[in-house]
């Protein structure tokens, strides 16, 4: 069987029938996303590092509120 086949196959019965194009761009969008995942899930395995990344965002977070280009 064939790439081509295998990609047709999955384009019909497991997404609805799209077009090959579509399926090949619904399953890189799904790599892409597992690959984030897989990053976070390292990340959070290091508890150092994730302390680090939690803290930033609150950094991050303390400056959503600082009116910055808006016209009051």
């Known amino acids: ?3 081509r086949d295998d990609l047709a196959r999955v384009a ?7 077009t090959l194009n579509a399926a090949l761009t619904h399953l890189l969008t ?6 984030v995942l897989a990053a976070y899930a390292r990340l959070q395995a290091d508890a150092s590092a ?12 303390g400056l959503a509120g600082d009116n910055l280009g808006s016209e009051q």
Do not use: P, Q
């Open 12 to 18: 019909a019965e497991d997404l609805g029938g799209v």
């Open 1 to 3: 069987m064939s790439v």
């Open 30 to 35: 799904e790599h892409r996303k597992a690959a």
């Open 50 to 61: 994730w302390t680090d990344y939690e803290n930033e965002l609150d950094e991050w977070d």
